[in-house]
């Protein structure tokens, strides 16, 4: 059974600028969720999707957005970069979105750095 | 504000010798507490989910206990592909279902 997949797995962007990130989650699962890590954060929860629908954000400016697509793959945008945007962003994908019913499973993240 | 303390930040090991790595939780109403391993460049992989205090899980050379403040990972006789990053994560009661993550513990196996 495929992982989740996330591309691309680096991207470098300029201050000023926006980016798209895209996951494709394990097949049969209909929920994504997006962390960003950083070394002074740690893992930090973005949002949640499931169904198309978002049904859980974090604590991140307006500029962070995300979408679900009816096959359940899902991107993630952030317009304006700013240098401290730089980090790992991870998306994850479950069967429900439920972390205690059904684990969350990660997929090896995209690496944005912003200069 | 629901919290997740790991101890120490970075463990060095000799090969077999076994140790512990502590997750210090406070949360409004724990619905789950999660275990993963994260290797450089790569995403977190799940190991635990655990429920309720006094419960155990094993794998491998790994175990996870609960209690009601914290948990800890017991590693026995440690291999150098033990060495990776532990991260600890809580669910807490109530409708969302984001984790909150720990800083994570760095172990490394010597061999």
């Known amino acids: 059974k495929a992982g989740v997949t996330q591309t691309p797995r680096y991207l470098i962007k300029t201050r000023g600028q926006q980016v798209t990130l895209s996951c494709s989650p394990i097949s049969g699962h209909r929920s994504v969720s997006w962390y960003q890590q950083t070394p002074g954060q740690g893992l930090q929860f973005l949002f949640e999707?499931?169904?198309?629908?978002?049904?859980n954000k974090g604590n991140f400016p307006g500029r962070f957005s995300g979408r679900q697509f009816s096959n359940s793959r899902s991107e993630m945008n952030v317009s304006t970069l700013e240098l401290g945007d730089s980090a790992l962003y991870l998306c994850?994908?479950?069967?429900?979105?439920?972390?205690?019913?059904?684990?969350?499973?990660f997929g090896n993240g995209t690496r944005l750095t912003v200069t | 504000e629901d919290q997740v303390t790991q101890s120490p930040e970075a463990l060095r090991l000799q090969e077999g010798e076994s140790s512990s790595l502590n997750c210090s939780y406070t949360v409004s109403g724990l619905r789950g507490l999660f275990w993963y391993r994260q290797d450089p460049g790569k995403g977190p992989e799940f190991l635990f989910t655990?429920?309720?205090a006094g419960e155990e899980k094993e794998k491998e050379r790994l175990k996870a206990t609960l209690t009601k403040k914290e948990s800890f990972l017991h590693i026995t006789a440690p291999k150098p592909e033990d060495s990776a990053t532990y991260l600890c994560a809580v669910q807490a009661l109530g409708n969302n279902n984001d984790m909150r993550f720990g800083a994570g513990t760095r172990l490394t196996v010597k061999p």
């Open positions: 999707y499931f169904s198309e629908t978002q049904r």
């Open positions: 655990l429920y309720s």
């Open positions: 994850a994908s479950s069967l429900d979105g439920r972390p205690d019913n059904s684990p969350l499973h």
